[in-house]
């Protein structure tokens, strides 16, 4: 097994022993790579050391953690970084996260936070090494293929590089440089239209898409190489002649613009996304991102089927950069299923303000956004057969004739969908949360604390704390009083027992305190709530 080398760099000399002690290093193949107690010797240290891992102190004489990691970030930008704080600080963790820090350990941290932190570490590391060995592998096997072309190597580098394997951007420079200088580069996306019931076959639409691409590339002196993305064909343009960046992307989009006809001459239909220009294939992933968003924004650009990036952020049609950003953006609410119904009735109303009170305009963007709910919700639940399917949905927004009608049924669909998802939240509490809530409602009328509690879990009281808090929104305190007080409410329905009793049986030694706290979660006093 091959080692990974771990760096500590702590300003107590007592944490860095303690952390060696707590670390297993043989049965996770760490090696100590270094330590330091400032932080210019920590910079130094990493610099020299390049180690895999480096577990720092937010809080170093000198420079903080946070600067040390921006010091050595841009020469080692594949060390994984665990920070170390007393303070458990939003800003912290905020500021850590925007320089890829993998973890964030709170000080005193117990023996199995420190395991899971450093399982999760390794376990980065290693993939990526696997990935990295795989990809060299394949580099390796293309010249053993002799029926494999020097161009289908490339395109397994390119689809390499879009994935974010950074060496191969220089494997990919040097093909494209091969027969000539290239003076910058465009990505364009090709997606095939199958809504309409155009269903083509991958390969056969690759090969004739590549055919116009070899006249096309041919007449406007540019060169291309392609892969495949789950959107659709990616096309590397590099051109050969040297023009103004201006003449590049009206180049580009004339080329497209010719590219969506030849398709079209032949009753096909095709969306094209374009690009910005860029210079270096350092930018190559940001090229396919914009390709990609121009291609997603043809729901804003109505009768557009070749749309170019710029173009999105020009006055003409700023609501329509600003929609297809808050699409975007509801994407991702669709994380958290609370927010799944409030984040698509807010985008529901801005497109009914923006998006020229077009039924069919709109009826498209509502058809993709209840397409990619279900897609979420199905992957989330795939035995629930109560989520629509694709021809479902279209066939039920086609049906339906007027705008209100389509705002009504997509905030109700996405309600629907909300509700599914969030009737299914007990199954992504921890382990530890579960433990403790289980632990809770069996000894809730005992004396309990968030020790007990947190030792029955097997983990710190921070921890535990933090996970609680996570996990149900709630703190320790305040789950133990909501779980009494819904304990004396079902003894109060049965009427055996007088209020100081009940107070009493569920947990009270003080009656004053099970008044004040059954008021609080219920609104109303026991008594009120006996005689109401």
Request: contains cysteine.
């Amino acid at each position: 097994m091959e080692h990974i080398k771990l760096f500590i760099a702590d300003d107590n000399r007592h944490a860095i022993e303690a952390l060696k002690v707590s670390i297993m290093w043989e049965k996770y193949g760490l090696i100590l790579s270094g330590t330091a107690e400032n932080g210019p010797s920590a910079i130094r240290g990493i610099k020299g050391a390049c180690p895999d891992i480096v577990m720092i102190d937010i809080q170093m004489p000198g420079c903080s953690g946070l600067e040390v990691i921006e010091a050595c970030k841009e020469e080692m930008p594949d060390t994984v970084y665990i920070l170390i704080s007393a303070y458990d600080s939003f800003e912290y963790a905020k500021k850590g996260i925007e320089l890829g820090v993998t973890d964030y350990l709170l000080k005193p941290y117990d023996k199995d936070e420190l395991d899971k932190v450093l399982e999760k570490s390794i376990r980065r590391i290693r993939d990526k090494r696997s990935l990295l060995m795989r990809q060299r592998q394949d580099i390796e096997e293309y010249d053993a293929k002799l029926k494999e072309t020097k161009e289908d190597q490339a395109k397994r580098i390119m689809m390499s590089a879009i994935n974010g394997a950074v060496d191969d951007l220089d494997l990919l420079e040097a093909y494209m440089n091969d027969t000539g200088h290239c003076h910058g580069y465009a990505m364009i996306l090709i997606h095939k239209d199958e809504f309409n019931g155009n269903t083509v076959n991958t390969d056969d639409f690759i090969k004739r898409e590549q055919s116009y691409l070899d006249n096309l590339c041919a007449k406007y002196n540019m060169r291309y190489l392609t892969a495949w993305i789950r959107e659709g064909m990616t096309v590397l343009i590099a051109f050969e002649k040297l023009k103004l960046k201006k003449e590049y992307d009206i180049q580009t989009f004339g080329m497209a613009t010719e590219l969506f006809r030849l398709n079209s001459s032949e009753q096909r239909d095709v969306f094209i996304g374009i690009s910005d220009f860029f210079e270096d294939l350092k930018s190559l992933q940001n090229a396919v991102s914009q390709a990609v968003f121009s291609y997603e924004s043809r729901f804003f650009m109505e009768n557009k089927n070749v749309i170019h990036y710029e173009s999105m952020r020009s006055k003409s049609v700023s609501n329509e950069y600003m929609l297809s950003v808050k699409l975007q953006e509801l994407y991702r609410s669709f994380e958290n299923p609370d927010n799944i119904a409030s984040s698509v009735t807010e985008y529901t109303e801005l497109v009914c303000k923006y998006g020229q009170n077009d039924v069919e305009y709109i009826r498209n963007i509502f058809m993709h956004i209840a397409i990619m709910l279900s897609s979420y919700a199905k992957e989330k639940l795939p035995s629930d057969d109560s989520i629509k399917s694709i021809e479902g949905i279209i066939t039920e927004v086609k049906e339906i004739a007027s705008l209100t009608s389509l705002c009504s049924w997509m905030k109700d669909y996405a309600s629907n969908i909300s509700s599914l998802l969030g009737s299914k939240d007990d199954l992504h509490l921890s382990v530890q949360t579960k433990r403790a809530l289980e632990y809770i409602n069996c000894h809730y009328m005992e004396h309990i604390s968030l020790k007990d509690t947190a030792d029955e879990c097997g983990v710190s009281e921070s921890y535990l704390c933090r996970n609680l808090k996570i996990d149900t929104g709630e703190t320790f305190v305040n789950l133990l009083n909501k779980i009494r007080i819904q304990k004396a409410i079902e003894l109060l329905k049965e009427k055996n027992l007088k209020v100081y009793e009940i107070a009493e049986v569920v947990g009270y030694s003080n009656y004053a305190y099970f008044y004040q706290m059954f008021k609080k979660v219920t609104g109303c006093t026991p008594t009120e709530y006996e005689t109401g």
